[in-house]
């Protein structure tokens, strides 16, 4: 059972990773829930996520106090902001620009509903 909860660790840090540019990919759940894996699996692995200068921090404070820093906001509206600029370019069907665009607002309204770290 243990490799499972290495696997899923390891895949969840991955797609957390992937999440910091991409904008409907979140970052933060899939940290949490790599830390959660590691800490069924590996000390070692744990830790180093905890103590990582970039990576820990956002665990962190979500377990504290639910919060997201300013930069991490900042940085996550600017992101969203690109995409829909993007998919405006690219020309994408207006439906799916909808679509995009309500789901957005709704990430932008939880994100900055968050108090800050």
């Avoid at 990773?17 to 829930?33: A, K, N, R, S, Y």
């Avoid at 790599?34 to 905890?50: I, K, T």
């Avoid at 969203?80 to 993007?86: K, Q, T």
Wanted: hydrophobic share 50%; aromatic share 10%.
């Amino acid at each position: 059972m243990r490799i499972i909860w290495i696997i899923g660790g390891l895949v969840s840090l991955g797609l957390g990773i992937l999440g910091i540019p991409l904008p409907l990919l979140p970052t933060v759940p899939f940290l949490l829930l790599a830390a959660f894996c590691f800490s069924r699996s590996s000390d070692q692995l744990h830790g180093w996520l905890l103590a990582h200068p970039t990576l820990g921090p956002s665990i962190h404070n979500w377990r504290k106090s639910g919060s997201i820093s300013r930069s991490a906001k900042i940085t996550s509206t600017a992101m969203i902001a690109a995409s829909l600029g993007v998919a405006l370019y690219w020309q994408i069907s207006l439906i799916i620009v909808l679509v995009q665009m309500t789901t957005l607002v709704g990430v932008s309204y939880f994100i900055w509903s968050r108090p800050e770290a």
